[in-house]
């Protein structure tokens, strides 16, 4: 069969098959859980609460990534950097799916607002891919090193014994420097004031009701 172009409604369909799995499927991750090789220590109750709080605020930063990925592809107006889009959108289905293992292994849940994490993001990432492709990676920089920064409070607020999820960050976070490298070195724009601080607030609130919800 001849290869062909993709027409907008194939885009669109493949974006909402993406929007479905993220929210409501458990896409399986390519590479192995790197918390695989670390002991599964029984946390008490307290601690595992706040283990899982955390790892549910990780698992909605990678919906939120995915859906922001996903979003300003649609809108990319170069190949290359909807294809860079795409690929670091399934690099994000690993933490994804690692993040939704430890939260099950937590005895938790991912969020009950994913659905409407995922459509905001989606809606950002979108708005801010029709500024153009400079402003699409600028934004992939921005995005990619607050979560590093985020992570890396994690890493030091979760209980001492939960290697698990401990090995999971680490990953997550040398994954997310790479991302934001590779955004930059494709020829991202700094984003002018407010917008860094307007996507640090708009964080920092997923992050305090996606600790409980
Ligand atoms: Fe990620
Ligand atoms: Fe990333």
Redesign the pocket.
């Known amino acids: 069969m001849n290869a062909r172009a993709l027409t907008p409604i194939d885009r669109l369909l493949i974006d909402a098959q993406n929007a479905l799995d993220t929210v409501f499927g458990a896409p399986p991750a390519q590479r192995a859980n790197p918390s695989a090789q670390e002991p599964d220590v029984v946390l008490d109750a307290a601690e595992r609460r706040h283990a899982a709080g955390l790892m549910r605020i990780n698992h909605v930063g990678e919906v939120c990534?995915q859906a922001l990925y996903v979003g300003q592809a649609a809108v990319a107006r170069d190949a290359a950097t909807r294809a860079h889009l795409l690929e670091?959108a399934q690099?994000?289905t690993d933490h994804l799916a690692w993040c939704a293992q430890r939260l099950d292994e937590l005895d938790s849940r991912p969020s009950l607002l994913n659905p409407l994490w995922y459509a905001g993001s989606y809606a950002i990432g979108a708005l801010a891919g029709l500024r153009g492709d400079g402003w699409n990676l600028g934004f992939v920089v921005e995005t990619?090193r607050q979560?590093e920064a985020h992570l890396d409070e994690h890493l030091q607020t979760l209980p001492v014994a939960d290697a698990r999820s401990r090995a999971i960050l680490e990953v997550m976070k040398a994954?997310?420097a790479r991302?934001a490298d590779d955004a930059q070195a494709q020829g991202a724009r700094v984003l002018p004031p407010p917008v860094p601080r307007l996507m640090a607030m708009a964080s920092n609130l997923m992050k305090t009701i996606a600790y409980r919800v």
Do not use: S
């Open positions: 990534a670091a690099e994000e990619e979560v994954d997310e991302h």
